[in-house]
Nanobody
């Protein structure tokens, strides 16, 4: 059974930077497309970024493009989300997710088979 564990969340001032990580175990990490989603209080979970198994392809929500970078280290079974120029509206619980199929719609929660428990990111103004 695949397990995903996020870490690195915390409190940061607006304009600051933070990196969250997601460590995978129990499966073949190198076969998965990995994604980051976030959910703010009272809102639906939304797509943030995704990366293909080989890291050749990355995808970003328009709201984070140019500020966030997704990357992965298959040797460490870990995916990262580096966040710069953080804004209060980035405050949310950040979840990593993994999928094994070829569905190209990486921005949809429903296509992911594995989810972490989330890590809180709070950006103060």
């Amino acid at each position: 059974q695949v397990q995903l564990v996020e870490s690195g969340g915390g409190l940061v001032q607006a304009g600051g930077s933070l990196r969250v990580s997601c460590a995978a175990s129990g499966g073949t990490f190198g076969n998965y497309t990995m994604g980051w989603f976030r959910q703010a209080p009272g809102k639906e979970r939304e797509f943030v970024a995704a990366i293909s198994w080989s890291a050749d392809n990355t995808f970003y929500a328009n709201s984070v493009k140019g500020r966030f970078t997704i990357s992965r280290d298959n040797a460490k079974n870990t995916v990262y989300l580096q966040m710069h120029s953080l804004k209060p509206e980035d405050t949310a619980v950040y979840y990593c997710a993994g999928k094994v199929d070829a569905n190209p719609r990486v921005f949809l929660t429903i296509v992911y088979q594995f989810w972490g428990q989330g890590t809180q990111v709070t950006v103060s103004s």
